[in-house]
């Protein structure tokens, strides 16, 4: 369906020469310095924020017709987050871009070092549909901070925002150095063709991997922010009134679970399971009322792929007889209401893919302390949660199991947090952004020595003599003492 | 499973148990390393010698004595760098800590190189013990002596069940990729860093790449020709010290203005004598080629009739002993293989230019290389190689010693490659940085739906930092 609106549009066509073009263009214009100032840069970020204030309005409504996303997730998720990160940026740049200095030992003495951070380049970065303004943003605001040129793909999943985005930010930001390309599977391929500094993608582990395999052939780095299932382990002693609310929040008030942090199924013990989907229940009632699939509070699926490959999730044999919560579908709409299912196998389908949407298996254990070596089996999550007010069970948590990130006694939150960095691990991805950490996936941090013409130690030139190597054993342990009596020529035994 | 792929799973086993984990295991290893060092000098350099021909100063200095101070260094700062950091967390999130918390990525994998064989192979393996992976190491066939000397001494001096060295050939290298890994550390050339990123798309391993490349010196017209002598002297140093020009970090060529080249070429003429004697035939303190093939191909980068017009010094080559001598050039063509490849042996091309300034449009039109030296006592020229150019790293009125430095990063980029390592950036290369938050269960309900004005208002006022407005709305008093 979509295809054929873009092939109906000539304007359009995207080919391999306009990728060439439009990369050597970037590379001039990157090569001038520009985009290396200070000034440019802060003027930049000045005019993204300006635009997401500016142009609100329109956000919303391109939302709407993505993904139905309710207004308010619309500002908190996408508009504000944007905002915020403009903010952090503008508020630490300076700092940042100011060289950092660096311990010269004794060895190179005299001798000054520091470490200069500098933009890598021309770079490409790859969204996503489901924070289609968001997840394009967040990084290029980060490439811009780091005196990038850079080139945004919006993915056409989420057409209204990607049109937008190709419209207003040319309107706000340098265009000669900051594109926008639209398109589908064969524009990004024509674009994965050209030679970039940095890719930074986010999205699927498939994609992922022709992403890095195209990375590979110029020797681009890469950053992969991908997803994987996110666990949320409920301890019985916790605050189940909270802890409710705050697993439905991040699950379905976050596009209805199609979120890459969205917890993906709960652990939690047998016997506190039933109280637990009781209070489930309750909490999306609250939330959305006796007929979710009405509500205005929800998004809808994002289109019939990925609508059918929810219900074909929900219709597997192994688990269609689990659901103990919703369950009712819409296909005119493209909705499925909020569905809890209990004790699904380990091996259906459910429970080996990224569910990516608003159904949320509960898997029972004897003891909560089994649920670490059930997450420790799968491959690494983007996030891991927990629920508990166990001191000692959240130590041991933190300890043992490894994901992205991990947020105790709250979901999804982590990432509203610029100063810690936010990224997968194994299966989740590589690399890490936001805040400052947006600024390093996009510089290159040169080493720089400062020194004289000054203090020679011979030692370090042949011809090699058993003095020689006594100076250098001395400096490299940094025995001052010895050195002292190696220099003297007073051997140590 | 083959019999690799059992050994590999064992290590994993290790990992997963959780023992590699402990601060003291960590710290025991590399103790283990420094022992090895400090028992096994002797025969490292013996290996040296036999792989490379390296006089056993030159071993010490460049491979034994580096690793050992990077292993101190490591220990000494292993507590602090394994306690991961608090951070800020703004009020929107409110009552809640924030902590990034270092992690072992579980098993890794590090590719070494022949021209340094220990310190390329222990270097990263210090930051993966640090980091607290279980490892295994592929020594380069090409030393072969160092390759089995590490294979026979790691598994004496460090824990088997968590290290492994596997020796062999590009077949072995190719057999390790098809595993899964949590990390691939790789040095060598960028042909062979193409072949392991694509391997690593299989499983979306990160990996680290420490290519070459031709890393430029630039010469400044010095007014001191004692200056100029120390800069011939550390020229020198810097193109054949390290293992004889094989070393990604040696000086490739030499950009010098037109009126101060012959001042440099005599200079460079005596020092060379000074340092390695006066009878190429007979040159000590230097080491060889490494193997027929890489002799063959320096030959013919100095065999092409324009380029070796154009040799001032040295030049002689002997195919029995794949001996070549110090030889430098003057202006050979650029676009001859010997200014377009790494030459990576003791060639050495001199370029000249009218303006020294004019050296950084000649390097910002080639690949990035990973290291560039400038000798120039001209402050406005320092800083423009910094800010107009791009490189691994940049360092004045030296070369090489860069290397030896913990606090700064040792990487390249682009073609050079990515990733860094030494010191504290070993331990975060080996390193995820896991974000933790942590919060209590005091509750505002303006975060949940049904969504209204009033909840909208709210979001609004915490988001544009305007607490006045907060508290109003918090006290009823705003709608």
Same mark, same amino acid.
């Given at each position: 369906?979509?295809?054929?609106?873009?092939?109906?549009?000539?304007?359009?066509?995207?080919? #391999?020469?306009?990728?060439?073009?439009?990369?050597?263009?970037?590379?001039?214009?990157?090569?001038?310095?520009?985009?290396?100032?200070?000034?440019?840069?802060?003027?930049?970020?000045?005019?993204?924020?300006?635009?997401? /204030?500016?142009?609100?309005?329109?956000?919303?409504?391109?939302?709407?017709?993505?993904?139905?996303?309710?207004?308010?997730?619309?500002?908190?998720?996408?508009?504000?987050?944007?905002?915020? *990160?403009?903010?952090?940026?503008?508020?630490? +740049?300076?700092?940042?871009? #100011?060289?950092?200095?660096?311990?010269?030992?004794?060895?190179?003495?005299?001798?000054?070092?520091?470490?200069?951070?500098?933009?890598?380049?021309?770079?490409?970065?790859?969204?996503?549909?489901?924070?289609?303004?968001?997840?394009? +943003?967040?990084?290029?605001?980060?490439?811009?901070?780091?005196?990038?040129?850079?080139?945004?793909?919006?993915?056409?999943?989420?057409?209204?925002?990607?049109?937008?985005?190709?419209?207003?930010?040319?309107?706000?930001?340098?265009?000669?150095?900051?594109?926008?390309?639209?398109?589908?599977?064969?524009?990004?391929?024509?674009?994965?063709?050209?030679?970039?500094?940095?890719?930074?993608? /986010?999205?699927?582990?498939?994609?992922?991997?022709?992403?890095?395999?195209?990375?590979?052939?110029?020797?681009?780095?890469?950053? +992969?922010?991908?997803?994987?299932?996110?666990?949320?382990?409920?301890?019985?002693?916790?605050?189940?009134?909270?802890?409710?609310?705050?697993?439905?929040?991040?699950?379905? %008030?976050?596009?209805?679970?199609?979120?890459?942090?969205?917890?993906?199924?709960?652990?939690?013990?047998?016997?506190?399971?039933?109280?637990?989907?009781?209070?489930?229940?309750?909490?999306?009632?609250?939330?959305?009322?006796?007929?979710? +699939?009405?509500?205005?509070?929800?998004?809808?699926?994002?289109?019939?792929?990925?609508?059918?490959?929810?219900?074909?999730?929900?219709?597997?044999?192994?688990?269609?007889?689990?659901?103990?919560?919703?369950?009712?579908?819409?296909?005119?709409?493209?909705?499925?209401?909020? /569905?809890?299912?209990?004790?699904?196998?380990?091996?259906?389908?459910?429970?080996?893919?990224?569910?990516?949407?608003?159904?949320?298996?509960?898997?029972?254990?004897?003891?909560?302390?089994?649920?670490?070596?059930?997450?420790?089996?799968? *491959?690494?999550?983007?996030?891991?949660?927990?629920?508990?007010?166990?001191?000692?069970?959240?130590?041991?948590?933190?300890?043992?199991?490894?994901?992205?990130?991990?947020?105790?006694?709250?979901?999804?939150?982590?990432?509203?947090?610029?100063?810690?960095?936010?990224?997968?691990?194994?299966?989740? %991805?590589?690399?890490?952004?936001?805040?400052?950490?947006?600024?390093? #996936?996009?510089?290159?941090?040169?080493?720089?020595?400062?020194?004289?013409?000054?203090?020679?130690?011979?030692?370090?030139?042949?011809?090699?003599?058993?003095?020689?190597?006594?100076?250098?054993?001395?400096?490299?342990?940094?025995?001052?003492?010895?050195?002292?009596?190696?220099?003297?020529?007073?051997?140590?035994? | 499973?083959?019999?690799? @792929?059992?050994?590999?799973?064992?290590?994993?086993?290790?990992?997963?148990?959780?023992?590699?984990?402990?601060?003291?295991?960590?710290?025991?290893?590399? @103790?283990?390393?420094?022992?090895?060092?400090?028992?096994?000098?002797?025969?490292?350099?013996?290996?040296?010698?036999?792989?490379?021909?390296?006089?056993?100063?030159?071993?010490?200095?460049?491979?034994?004595?580096?690793?050992?101070?990077?292993?101190?260094?490591?220990?000494?700062?292993?507590?602090?760098?394994?306690?991961?950091?608090?951070?800020?967390?703004?009020?929107?999130?409110?009552?809640?800590?924030?902590? !990034?918390?270092?992690?072992?990525?579980?098993?890794?994998?590090?590719?070494?190189?022949?021209?340094?064989?220990?310190?390329?192979?222990?270097?990263?393996? !210090?930051?993966?013990?640090?980091?607290?992976?279980?490892?295994?190491?592929?020594?380069?066939?090409?030393?072969?002596?160092?390759?089995?000397?590490?294979?026979?001494?790691?598994?004496?001096?460090? $824990?088997?069940?968590?290290?492994?060295?596997?020796?062999?050939?590009?077949?072995?290298?190719?057999?390790?990729?098809?595993?899964?890994?949590?990390?691939?550390?790789?040095?060598?050339?960028?042909?062979?860093?193409?072949?392991?990123?694509?391997?690593?798309?299989?499983?979306?391993?990160?990996?680290?790449?420490?290519?070459?490349?031709?890393?430029?010196?630039?010469?400044?017209?010095?007014?001191?020709?004692?200056?100029?002598?120390?800069?011939?002297?550390?020229?020198?140093?810097?193109?054949?010290?390290?293992?004889?020009? @094989?070393?990604?970090?040696?000086?490739?060529?030499?950009?010098?203005?037109?009126?101060?080249?012959?001042?440099?070429?005599?200079?460079?003429?005596?020092?060379?004598?000074?340092?390695?004697?006066?009878?190429?035939?007979?040159?000590?303190?230097?080491?060889?080629?490494?193997?027929?093939?890489?002799?063959?191909?320096?030959?013919?980068?100095?065999?092409?009739?324009?380029?070796?017009?154009?040799?001032?010094?040295?030049?002689?080559?002997?195919?029995?002993?794949?001996?070549?001598?110090?030889?430098?050039?003057?202006?050979?063509?650029?676009?001859?293989?010997?200014?377009?490849?790494?030459?990576?042996?003791?060639?050495?091309?001199?370029?000249?230019?009218?303006?020294?300034?004019?050296?950084?449009?000649? !390097?910002?039109?080639?690949?990035?290389?990973?290291?560039?030296?400038?000798?120039?006592? $001209?402050?406005?020229?320092? $800083?423009?190689?910094?800010?107009?150019?791009?490189?691994?790293?940049?360092?004045?009125?030296?070369?090489?010693?860069?290397?030896?430095? $913990?606090?700064?990063?040792?990487?390249?980029?682009?073609?050079?490659?990515?990733?860094?390592?030494?010191?504290?950036?070993?331990?975060?290369?080996?390193?995820?940085?896991?974000?933790?938050?942590?919060?209590?269960?005091?509750?505002?309900?303006?975060?949940?739906?049904?969504?209204?004005?009033?909840?909208?208002?709210?979001?609004?006022?915490?988001?544009?930092?305007?607490?006045?407005?907060?508290?109003?709305?918090?006290?009823?008093?705003?709608?």
């Amino acid at each position: 369906m979509k295809t054929t609106e873009l092939d109906q549009n000539p304007v359009r066509e995207f080919d #391999a020469q306009a990728a060439s073009f439009l990369v050597r263009d970037l590379r001039r214009v990157y090569a001038s310095g520009k985009t290396r100032d200070y000034g440019w840069r802060v003027s930049q970020l000045r005019m993204v924020e300006k635009m997401a /204030t500016d142009c609100e309005k329109e956000i919303y409504e391109a939302l709407r017709l993505d993904l139905n996303k309710p207004e308010i997730e619309s500002f908190v998720h996408e508009i504000s987050l944007t905002k915020a *990160s403009c903010q952090t940026m503008l508020k630490e +740049l300076k700092h940042w871009m #100011a060289p950092q200095k660096a311990k010269a030992p004794l060895t190179v003495f005299p001798a000054s070092a520091e470490i200069v951070s500098e933009p890598l380049g021309v770079v490409l970065v790859i969204s996503t549909w489901n924070y289609p303004l968001l997840l394009s +943003l967040d990084p290029v605001i980060g490439a811009i901070a780091a005196g990038n040129a850079v080139v945004l793909k919006p993915s056409e999943v989420a057409p209204a925002t990607s049109t937008l985005l190709a419209r207003i930010l040319p309107r706000y930001v340098d265009s000669s150095a900051v594109r926008v390309v639209e398109g589908s599977v064969s524009a990004t391929s024509l674009l994965l063709d050209q030679q970039w500094d940095k890719i930074f993608y /986010t999205g699927n582990a498939t994609i992922g991997q022709i992403v890095m395999s195209a990375a590979a052939k110029h020797l681009t780095p890469v950053v +992969l922010e991908l997803g994987g299932k996110s666990p949320v382990v409920v301890d019985p002693n916790t605050n189940l009134e909270v802890t409710v609310k705050r697993i439905a929040s991040g699950k379905w %008030g976050c596009n209805n679970g199609q979120t890459c942090v969205s917890p993906d199924y709960i652990i939690t013990t047998k016997s506190f399971a039933p109280k637990l989907i009781e209070a489930l229940k309750q909490t999306l009632e609250n939330f959305y009322g006796n007929d979710p +699939l009405n509500s205005k509070d929800l998004s809808r699926i994002v289109n019939l792929k990925h609508y059918n490959r929810l219900t074909r999730l929900l219709d597997d044999d192994k688990v269609c007889d689990k659901i103990v919560h919703g369950g009712q579908k819409d296909e005119k709409r493209l909705s499925i209401s909020p /569905t809890i299912l209990l004790d699904v196998p380990l091996d259906s389908l459910i429970m080996k893919e990224e569910i990516f949407g608003p159904l949320l298996p509960i898997i029972t254990v004897d003891d909560i302390e089994e649920s670490f070596d059930l997450i420790s089996s799968r *491959s690494k999550p983007l996030a891991a949660y927990l629920f508990t007010m166990n001191k000692k069970l959240e130590q041991e948590f933190i300890g043992t199991i490894s994901a992205g990130g991990m947020l105790i006694n709250d979901t999804a939150l982590h990432l509203t947090v610029h100063s810690l960095p936010f990224g997968g691990v194994g299966g989740s %991805g590589m690399g890490n952004y936001h805040g400052k950490f947006s600024f390093d #996936a996009f510089s290159h941090k040169k080493a720089v020595l400062h020194r004289g013409f000054a203090g020679d130690a011979s030692a370090r030139y042949p011809p090699f003599t058993p003095k020689k190597k006594a100076i250098l054993k001395a400096l490299v342990i940094g025995d001052l003492f010895g050195l002292i009596l190696a220099l003297l020529g007073w051997p140590r035994t | 499973m083959g019999e690799l @792929q059992e050994r590999v799973a064992e290590l994993r086993e290790t990992f997963r148990s959780g023992k590699t984990k402990h601060a003291a295991w960590r710290k025991s290893q590399l @103790q283990a390393i420094l022992k090895l060092l400090e028992e096994e000098d002797g025969e490292i350099c013996k290996a040296l010698e036999e792989d490379l021909g390296k006089h056993p100063v030159e071993s010490y200095r460049d491979e034994v004595g580096i690793l050992a101070k990077s292993v101190k260094h490591c220990l000494q700062n292993l507590d602090k760098w394994m306690a991961g950091k608090k951070v800020d967390v703004p009020l929107v999130a409110f009552p809640t800590t924030g902590q !990034i918390v270092p992690e072992p990525l579980g098993v890794v994998l590090i590719f070494s190189s022949w021209n340094f064989p220990f310190g390329v192979a222990l270097e990263p393996l !210090i930051g993966a013990i640090a980091a607290g992976n279980a490892v295994v190491l592929k020594p380069s066939e090409l030393a072969p002596a160092s390759s089995s000397l590490l294979s026979h001494l790691i598994p004496i001096y460090l $824990d088997n069940k968590a290290m492994l060295v596997i020796e062999g050939g590009p077949e072995i290298g190719q057999e390790l990729l098809e595993s899964k890994w949590d990390k691939i550390f790789f040095t060598g050339s960028a042909r062979i860093g193409r072949i392991v990123m694509a391997a690593a798309v299989k499983h979306l391993t990160p990996v680290t790449l420490e290519l070459g490349g031709k890393c430029p010196a630039l010469l400044d017209t010095l007014d001191s020709l004692d200056d100029a002598k120390v800069a011939a002297k550390r020229i020198v140093g810097g193109k054949w010290g390290p293992c004889s020009g @094989q070393a990604c970090i040696a000086i490739d060529y030499v950009i010098v203005e037109e009126k101060f080249v012959s001042t440099l070429v005599d200079f460079l003429r005596q020092t060379i004598k000074k340092f390695y004697g006066d009878n190429p035939k007979e040159l000590k303190h230097i080491a060889k080629i490494v193997n027929k093939k890489c002799y063959m191909r320096l030959k013919d980068l100095l065999h092409d009739p324009d380029v070796e017009a154009s040799i001032v010094h040295g030049g002689s080559v002997d195919d029995e002993k794949l001996f070549i001598e110090p030889t430098i050039l003057l202006n050979p063509p650029l676009d001859a293989n010997i200014m377009t490849e790494e030459i990576f042996g003791p060639l050495l091309p001199i370029i000249t230019v009218k303006n020294i300034q004019d050296s950084i449009v000649f !390097i910002n039109s080639r690949p990035k290389p990973l290291a560039i030296y400038v000798f120039t006592k $001209d402050e406005h020229f320092k $800083d423009r190689v910094i800010k107009e150019t791009t490189s691994g790293s940049v360092t004045f009125n030296d070369a090489l010693v860069q290397f030896a430095l $913990d606090t700064l990063p040792f990487g390249g980029v682009g073609e050079s490659g990515f990733g860094r390592y030494h010191g504290k950036f070993s331990f975060d290369t080996f390193s995820h940085e896991k974000a933790i938050l942590r919060r209590n269960f005091t509750e505002i309900n303006f975060r949940y739906p049904p969504w209204n004005d009033l909840k909208l208002q709210f979001i609004r006022a915490v988001y544009n930092f305007d607490y006045m407005r907060l508290i109003l709305l918090v006290l009823g008093l705003k709608r």
